[in-house]
């Protein structure tokens, strides 16, 4: 059996209350996830071109602040 078949097996086994408190540990250590990989992208330059676009347009009257 692997890693998440074992995962899998344990979180089943979980009361409600065990259950509850692991997926909002899940859901803050995901969003934690989802935040450090934008911040790579950003840093690495992966977004450079889209600002550079949205850029353009909001000087050239194509697009608006929200």
């Known amino acids: 059996m692997n ?3 074992q995962l899998e097996q344990r979180v089943r086994a979980l009361n409600p209350n065990e259950l509850n408190r692991f997926r909002q540990w ?3 250590f995901d969003h934690e ?3 450090q990989q934008i911040a790579n992208d950003y840093r690495s ?3 450079d071109k889209f600002i ?3 850029k353009s347009e909001f000087s050239q009257g194509k697009a608006k602040e929200l």
């Open 52 to 54: 550079e676009r949205a």
């Open 45 to 47: 330059g992966k977004f």
């Open 3 to 5: 890693n998440i078949e």
């Open 26 to 28: 899940f859901l803050e």
């Open 33 to 35: 996830v989802w935040d």
